[in-house]
């Protein structure tokens, strides 16, 4: 007799608590139901369900094989969907997170890319700097840029993601900086929930200094800091790809050009592999195929 048929039976039954309930969901006879079982207790050559006129009742063999049947089973059923799946389109909704300083040219380039491969789908994309909850808030993925991913997540590394130290013009000339303890007299524009102990500044010549600064303004939207910068409030750090096009026609000044901001991993967090839709798999590839080439980013 078929072999996934009568394993599938045998769970019906643990779960539904009789024969005749089990044939019922498997659109069968309860005399062939029984037939099933019957087949696959010789198959295996023990007792999987002790029977009586009032209760069915599993045997130790019969719970071990529950388990093992259970996982098996769930295991085929998700390579049939994904193999579904995998011939269409991708479809659904897509709920990202990613932080404020994606927003630029580049990454709408590739969201537009992404759009274009998979017209079924609809991105809805929250950009903010906060730390999201991604069951509770209903989020397949968020990007977060850190040194350390939660380890109760899935991450993926996408690429590096480089900084810089800027300030304007006028700031710097109201306000020299020519060493990193400088940057203590100097005012800065810092962001509001990041630990700005964990970064460090490394010289060319490979020494370390710790980064510390004198935060007269503190801000959670990467985007403020930029543009308060640039009117003068103070030094600001940034990804370098937030801030290329301002630094390349003066609007902004390199702190320090001869120091480096340590840079970060951008990752890509979600809740499980085991049920990844092809939309967010579609999308995770294209980040990690097409973040790393835009200016401020490279590979790992």
Same mark, same amino acid.
């Given at each position: ?39 696959l207790e010789t198959r295996l050559g023990t007792r999987l369900i002790h029977r009586t006129s009032r209760q069915r009742r599993l045997t130790p ?58 017209? +079924?789908?609809?991105? !809805?994309? =929250? /950009?903010?700097?906060? &730390?999201? %909850?991604?069951?509770?808030?209903g989020f397949d993925i968020a990007l977060r840029a850190t040194q350390q991913p939660a380890p109760q997540l899935i991450a993926r590394p996408l ?59 503190l801000t959670d939207s990467a985007a403020m800091a930029k543009w308060c910068a640039m009117a003068g409030a103070g030094t600001a750090f940034l ?5 290329? +096009?301002?630094?390349? !026609?003066? =609007? /902004?000044?390199?702190? &320090?050009? %001869? ?42």
């Amino acid at each position: 007799m078929d072999q996934l048929k009568s394993m599938r039976l045998f769970c019906a039954v643990v779960e539904k608590g009789s024969l005749a309930a089990a044939a019922e969901v498997l659109e069968m006879s309860t005399p062939m139901a029984t037939k099933y079982l019957n087949a696959l207790e010789t198959r295996l050559g023990t007792r999987l369900i002790h029977r009586t006129s009032r209760q069915r009742r599993l045997t130790p063999s019969g719970e071990n094989y529950y388990l093992q049947c259970k996982q098996a089973l769930g295991l085929i059923d998700q390579a049939e969907a994904d193999l579904i799946e995998s011939t269409e389109l991708p479809r659904g909704k897509l709920k990202v997170s990613a932080p404020t300083w994606l927003i630029h040219p580049g990454f709408g380039g590739l969201v537009t890319a992404y759009r274009q491969q998979c017209p +079924e789908v609809t991105l !809805d994309l =929250r /950009l903010n700097e906060k &730390l999201v %909850d991604l069951v509770a808030e209903g989020f397949d993925i968020a990007l977060r840029a850190t040194q350390q991913p939660a380890p109760q997540l899935i991450a993926r590394p996408l690429c590096t993601v480089h900084f810089a130290s800027v300030a304007s013009p006028a700031c710097l000339a109201a306000h020299p900086v020519s060493t990193p303890e400088d940057f203590l007299q100097a005012p800065a524009v810092a962001p509001a929930e990041v630990d700005l102990s964990s970064m460090w500044l490394m010289h060319k010549d490979g020494q370390q200094r710790p980064l510390r600064v004198s935060a007269g303004l503190l801000t959670d939207s990467a985007a403020m800091a930029k543009w308060c910068a640039m009117a003068g409030a103070g030094t600001a750090f940034l990804p370098l790809s937030m801030v290329a +096009e301002e630094l390349e !026609d003066g =609007r /902004l000044q390199r702190v &320090l050009p %001869d120091w480096q901001i340590r840079p970060i991993t951008l990752f890509a967090v979600y809740t499980s592999r085991r049920q990844m839709s092809p939309r967010l798999r579609y999308f995770i590839d294209l980040l990690a195929e097409q973040l790393p080439q835009l200016p401020g980013f490279s590979r790992q």
